[in-house]
C-alpha cells in the first residue's frame, strides 16, 4: 500500500498532465470527479488509520555531531573550509527546503545589524519563493549572531 503523500503526488501529477492536453478537466476539484474524490479521501483516511499518513523526516544532527563539524570548520585558514563553514551557517540560520534557491542568493539579500544588547547579527533581507511558500505572507526570519571565538572563522 501506499503512502498518502505517495498518492496525493500522482493525483497532483496526473492532475498537471491534464490540464496541459485539456485545461477544462479538473480532477482534483471538478464535479465530475467530485465520487471519486469521495472515495480518494476515504482511501487517504483508511491509509491514515493503518498510520501510513505519518511524515518521514530526515532525524535533526545531533549535538555531538555539530560540535564534530564545527570543530574541522574552524581547525584551518584553509579558503576551501572556510567557504564549507560559510556554506553550513547559511544552511543553519536561514535554509528552509535544504539548498532550494541557494544558488541564486546575493551579499545584497543579507544585512548586518545590531540588536537592543549590542550584539551584532546577520539577517536576510530578501524573501524568496519556495515551493510551500509562493505569497508574501511568509517572510524569512532568522538571525545569525557573531561569536566572539575563534569558532566564528576570523581568527587571530
Not at 136 to 147: L, P, Q
Amino acid at each position: 500500500m501506499y503512502k498518502k503523500t505517495t498518492l496525493l503526488s500522482y493525483r497532483q501529477g496526473i492532475q498537471r498532465f491534464l490540464q496541459s492536453i485539456r485545461p477544462d478537466v479538473d480532477i482534483i476539484k471538478g464535479p465530475l470527479f467530485r465520487e471519486s474524490n469521495k472515495f480518494f479521501k476515504g482511501m487517504t483516511m483508511e491509509l491514515k488509520r493503518q498510520g501510513q499518513a505519518n511524515i518521514d523526516h530526515h532525524p535533526p544532527i545531533s549535538d555531538a555531531d555539530l560540535i564534530k563539524m564545527y570543530d574541522y570548520l574552524s581547525s584551518s585558514d584553509s579558503a576551501q573550509v572556510l567557504q564549507h563553514k560559510v556554506f553550513v551557517d547559511i544552511m543553519m540560520h536561514f535554509g528552509r527546503r535544504g539548498r532550494e534557491n541557494l544558488r541564486t542568493l546575493r551579499r545584497t539579500d543579507f544585512s548586518v545589524s545590531t540588536d537592543g544588547e549590542g550584539c551584532m547579527y546577520v539577517e536576510k533581507i530578501r524573501d524568496e519563493q519556495t515551493k510551500n511558500h509562493q505569497d508574501d505572507s511568509c517572510k524569512a526570519e532568522g538571525r545569525m549572531y557573531e561569536i566572539k571565538t575563534a569558532a566564528c572563522g576570523t581568527k587571530g
